[in-house]
């Protein structure tokens, strides 16, 4: 079975700086697909970025990116110049490659980050 | 309105009550999930659903009952609460015929029920 860890349960950055969210992940699978979600106060599950285990280039979408370590089984989310939106909690997730469509998100426990004003 | 809507948000009821949460998305998915959100776990999928009369357990299905007549609505229900039930429940949807199972073929969350089992 998959697994997804988080091992930092919370996580604090000054406003404008850089941080880095890890996780790392356990699968027999060699296709799938890495995630990262953003869940602020408002409860609603927002899907940050995406990353391809098949790709080798990093996803990035504006000021989030990604270090994808395929071998290592690692996937850490950097937040680049932190805005006081960013703060939230912040879930890994990974789901298999499938040609149904069906195949469930597994999550981490998740990160909670603070934005230091 | 369009999208993915969950009702009602909040809702507390005693223990051995049946609750039904409803779930609602305008998209026409094939795909519906229901996921539950506890402190320690993140969350873990109880059921899914592939189309209108098809679904499946996930990872944590006692206590609940589904069902799916028509593609827009995945209700979830608890037939005898628990305290151990108690928790956030997100619905999710998914387009099943677009890129199926591909990167951008991503599920859409809706903004949870909040469930207090007293």
């Known amino acids: 079975a998959q697994t997804v860890t988080q091992s930092q349960p919370e996580m604090s950055v000054q406003e404008a700086e850089t941080v880095t969210l890890s996780c790392t992940y356990d699968t027999s699978e060699s296709d799938y697909y890495l995630f990262w979600y953003k869940q602020p106060p408002s409860r609603q599950m927002i899907l940050v970025i995406r990353?391809?285990?098949?790709?080798?280039q990093n996803a990035t979408e504006n000021r989030f990116s990604v270090n994808f370590q395929k071998a290592a089984k690692s996937f850490s989310l950097k937040i680049s110049d932190s805005q006081l939106g960013d703060a939230a909690m912040y879930f890994c997730?990974?789901?298999?490659?499938?040609?149904?469509?069906?195949?469930?998100?597994?999550f981490g426990t998740g990160t909670r980050l603070t934005i230091i004003p | 309105d369009a999208g993915i809507t969950q009702s009602p948000r909040y809702k507390i009821t005693e223990t051995g009550r049946q609750v039904t949460l409803m779930c609602h998305q305008t998209?026409?998915?094939?795909?519906m999930f229901w996921y539950r959100q506890d402190l320690g776990h993140g969350l873990r999928l109880i059921y899914y659903s592939a189309a209108a009369d098809i679904t499946d357990k996930g990872e944590v299905p006692d206590g609940y009952v589904v069902s799916r007549s028509k593609t827009e609505n995945f209700p979830l229900t608890l037939e005898s609460a628990t305290r151990s039930q108690t928790s956030v429940y997100f619905c999710a949807s998914k387009d099943g015929l677009r890129l199926a199972g591909g990167p951008y073929n991503e599920q859409f969350f809706g903004p949870g029920t909040r469930l207090t089992v007293l």
């Open positions: 997730a990974y789901r298999r490659k499938s040609n149904f469509g069906n195949e469930k998100l597994t």
């Open positions: 998209w026409s998915h094939s795909y």
């Open positions: 990353q391809e285990a098949y790709k080798q």
